[in-house]
């Protein structure tokens, strides 16, 4: 069996579609599948042929726009890895989000047969200014209109991801969720001291470093926490001048490693995530509760569906959260138990194994 999955970018590049392409292509190698990735490359490196798990990784020149935009560069490379994916016979395809211009070429190279888009947001992806938005919910809804008839079915990544679809004019109710590569044993307790507070995301607008600094910062002066926040990105300079202004202790360790953020959250007692991004379902929440830490979040996608069983808050605003974290200060063993829980329920639902099942399904693959 051979699949073919298209993404903007590809690890070590880091993401979350990165990530959830990593992770569907490691259990498609665990079955037996041989697996293509088509992915671009922007910095100028040498081409990789293989990717961890053995799968074959076919890199495209492009040029970034906008700061997070791949846009793949016409010539003999780029030509030769399209026909190659022409010639090829997939039994199943993959369609990382309709964002990108490259995987609208692979659509078309492949055509509707056994593909499937997966939509992995919850509304446009916000460009910082009122003209600049509304280029690009434009250019958006031109994307998704022509990517829609060369798909055969379309997917969200959660509830509110398959929700949002409709808004591109494009009808599913199907929902596939998001995954993890395995979960940590059960917590011994929680180490003494103040309530652990951690953020983890790219420091961008919307994405809640500022507002998670803002929120400690206005909490009275009798409920004991301390925060870190963990990520990069253009808000940096805003967050350490935030970090500076407030009373509170606040690290900021910028974008570390995979494992630093994993032993963050083993130690952390709350992954505070108040974004307001339109989210499709953040990997981080999963990364939570592998760990052990229970989540506080703004209704983002993702967080109805995640933590409708327990393992975390899902709040309104600012106020609810601040009541909720002077709760947790006070009665530090709620969020150890809310911990213990969302790790149970990562455990039994949110696999790989569970997640490419529902994806090939979808995409009416028998194996």
Not at 229 to 234: D, F, H, I, L
Request: net charge positive; hydrophobic share 40%; glycine share 12%.
């Amino acid at each position: 069996m051979r699949a073919l999955i298209a993404a903007p970018y590809y690890p070590p590049h880091l993401g979350g579609i990165e990530r959830y392409s990593a992770g569907v292509a490691t259990e498609l190698r665990r079955r037996g599948w041989w697996v293509d990735v088509v992915h671009s490359v922007t910095d100028g490196s040498a081409l990789r042929r293989t990717g961890p798990a053995g799968e074959a990784l076919l890199g495209l020149p492009s040029r970034e726009v906008a700061g997070r935009l791949p846009v793949p560069l016409p010539g003999r490379r780029t030509t030769a890895q399209l026909r190659e994916i022409r010639r090829a016979r997939y039994d199943f395809t993959l369609i990382q989000s309709h964002l990108f211009l490259s995987n609208l070429l692979v659509a078309r190279a492949v055509g509707p047969e056994h593909t499937v888009w997966l939509n992995l947001g919850s509304g446009h992806v916000p460009a910082g200014g009122r003209l600049a938005d509304r280029l690009v919910a434009g250019y958006e809804h031109v994307l998704a209109s022509r990517l829609r008839r060369r798909v055969g079915v379309v997917a969200g990544v959660s509830e509110e991801a398959a929700a949002w679809l409709e808004h591109l004019s494009v009808r599913t109710r199907a929902s596939v969720g998001n995954a993890v590569d395995g979960v940590s044993p059960a917590r011994d307790g929680r180490r003494p001291g103040p309530l652990r507070l951690l953020y983890v995301g790219r420091l961008e607008p919307g994405k809640g470093a500022l507002e998670v600094i803002r929120l400690v910062h206005g909490l009275p002066a009798s409920v004991q926490v301390e925060l870190t926040v963990c990520g990069g990105g253009t808000l940096a300079r805003e967050v350490e001048l935030e970090t500076r202004a407030s009373t509170r202790s606040v690290e900021i360790t910028g974008a570390i490693p995979y494992e630093q953020v994993r032993a963050r959250l083993a130690d952390a007692d709350v992954l505070v995530y108040p974004s307001t991004y339109p989210e499709g379902f953040p990997t981080i929440f999963l990364d939570a509760g592998a760990a052990g830490c229970p989540v506080l979040t703004y209704p983002v996608g993702g967080s109805r569906e995640l933590l409708g069983r327990g393992g975390g808050w899902r709040v309104a605003d600012a106020p609810a959260a601040a009541a909720r974290l002077q709760e947790l200060a006070d009665r530090p063993t709620l969020a150890t138990q809310a911990g213990e829980d969302l790790r149970r329920i990562v455990r039994s639902t949110y696999t790989w194994q569970a997640v490419v099942d529902r994806l090939l399904r979808l995409g009416g693959v028998s194996e």
